[in-house]
């Protein structure tokens, strides 16, 4: 069975940074892609960071310049580096791994708060 599991949230003022962490155990047959989401109260899920198996990555306009994404392929490991922190970065962030083949494997999500 997949777990994944995000760590590394917490609470920051504006200006500052935090770097989520999130990793995989068990077994995935291939992964294609390896994601970050954020979901912020009363609003959508939405995609804010996406990088492939050759380490081309794309980002939401809004975090462009200041969040980046890394991975280690065959640890199932993957960052989130986030800098220049805004209030409206706030939301609880999650990590997936996508297998073209298994799915879409979550985590259970890890909290940002950006003070103003």
């Known amino acids: 069975q997949v777990q994944v599991v995000e760590s590394g949230g917490g609470l920051v003022q504006a200006g500052g940074s935090l770097r989520l962490s999130c990793t995989a155990s068990?077994?995935?047959?291939?992964?294609?892609?390896m994601a970050w989401y954020r979901q912020a109260p009363g609003k959508q899920r939405e995609s804010v960071a996406v990088?492939?198996?050759?380490?081309?990555?794309n980002y939401a306009e809004s975090v462009k310049g200041r969040f980046t994404i890394s991975r280690d392929g065959a640890k199932k490991m993957v960052w989130l580096q986030m800098n220049s922190l805004k209030p409206e970065d706030t939301a609880v962030y999650y990590c997936?791994?996508?297998?073209?083949?298994?799915?879409?494997?979550w985590g259970q999500g890890t909290q940002v708060t950006v003070s103003s």
């Open positions: 990088i492939n198996n050759i380490d081309s990555t």
């Open positions: 068990g077994t995935i047959r291939s992964v294609n892609l």
């Open positions: 997936a791994f996508i297998s073209i083949s298994d799915g879409t494997y």
